[in-house]
């Protein structure tokens, strides 16, 4: 599984990534990946959906661009999802989103931990199965895409810019214009799609279509101690399978990512007050280290020999800012990687 980061990076090269990440700027790679087909299929979601591995609140289902309320349409009974009610809901055409699919099968699991290790950050996996030409209405999502087209084909349809503030997702709200179509892009097998957050989007299934989506977490430091998700119990993998140590690499970053959040310092940095402490930080958006390079939320800077002994050392705490480098701590600072509090 593993296989599909690999084709990833290779058809999206980190410096590419990192260059659409601070332009927030969509970027389509038609026939990126090649043969996708055996990642995850209609069937493999039916068998998941008939042993009970997906929770009903991980499931929504979409019907002529509106949520349906699936307790309401008898889907859901007892807080535990029907498929067969499912199945006759999908008959009317429509589509169904599963979030979290790495909860319910190993494979995506493990994926969503490579993705995680690759990109530094918290990742989720979304599912979204089409079953006609309705699908969600205008909504943009609070975390970076990455889309794979697993079958069939999808028109998605861009309006206007990415909102700056894009912590949480939104639905358009119905009383305000929308910002006029921008752009517009046919995802087809094996293409490939990266979406910044907050950019909105509606999209039209050709037809049966199957796509899924590495959701890449993007948390501003101001929600970081209310977010949800990133303040949640580490999600146990509820599947059959067991995955023992991809679950316990996940839990390590995560627990890591925590320690982190209990350092963060919201207060106005003030790197040259008396006392002034200087703490790592890689709580904020997706930081990826590769080939010398360090990247964290939309900078990017070298990594030099000066800046790694900086980082070596608040490795180990938080440190006072008087010992050490100035120059590569002022430039640490500027780029977001660590935090100054007194
Ligand atoms: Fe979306």
Known sequence: MSDLITAIRAALPDETLRERMRARAILHLPG???????VYSLDMLGAALARRAIPADHVSFYLANRKIDLEKVQAVSDGVLRPAALRTLALQGGTLVVRHLETAD??????????????????????????????LPLH??????????????????FHGDPEPACALPSESDPGTPEPPLAHAVMMRQGDLLYVPCGQR?????QGDS????????NAP???????????APVQRFSGIESLPEAARRRSDLWAARRAHMLHLDLETPDPDAP???????????????????????????????????????????????????????????????VRIRR
Not at 201 to 205: F, G, M
Not at 312 to 320: A, C, I, W
């Open 32 to 38: 990126a990946l090649g043969a996708v087909r055996s």
């Open 106 to 135: 190993p494979e995506i699991h493990g994926l969503v931990c490579e993705a995680e290790r690759w990109l530094q950050g918290p990742v989720l996996a979304g599912l979204v199965a089409s079953f006609g030409a309705s699908a």
């Open 140 to 157: 943009y999502d609070g975390e970076d895409l990455l889309i794979v087209q697993l079958a069939g084909a999808k028109l998605w349809h």
């Open 201 to 205: 989007h509606r999209c039209v299934p």
């Open 210 to 217: 199957l796509h899924l989506g590495l959701l890449i977490r």
């Open 221 to 231: 430091a101001s929600r970081i101690f209310d977010d949800p998700l990133l303040t």
């Open 275 to 337: 006392g002034a402490f200087a703490i790592w930080n890689l709580s904020l958006p997706p930081a990826i280290t590769n080939e010398g390079k360090l990247v964290a939320g939309r900078t990017s800077m070298t990594a030099t020999p000066a800046i790694l002994a900086l980082i070596d050392n608040l490795r180990d705490g938080p440190q006072p800012a008087a010992s050490l480098d100035r120059a590569a701590l002022n430039a640490l600072a500027a780029a977001g990687f």
